[in-house]
């Protein structure tokens, strides 16, 4: 699945070249045999390459 992930995101301050390493982590909850557990595993998700070579502004109303 392609789409973008509504928890994450990061904004440049300069343009460049950056690499971008990502993580996935999954709380697991797990009953057998009238026994229950929780365990976190995390795992490496992948790293890509990034040219950052225009930057825009978004005016916001803080208010709002």
Request: charged letters at 15%; a negative charge.
């Amino acid at each position: 699945m392609d789409a973008p992930s509504p928890y994450c995101g990061h904004a440049w301050d300069t343009p460049g070249e950056y690499t971008v390493t990502a993580t996935r982590t999954w709380n697991i909850t797990w009953t057998a045999a009238a026994h229950t557990g929780t365990d976190t595993t995390t795992r490496p998700a992948g790293t890509r390459h990034v040219t950052v070579i225009e930057l825009s502004s978004l005016l916001t109303n803080p208010n709002r």
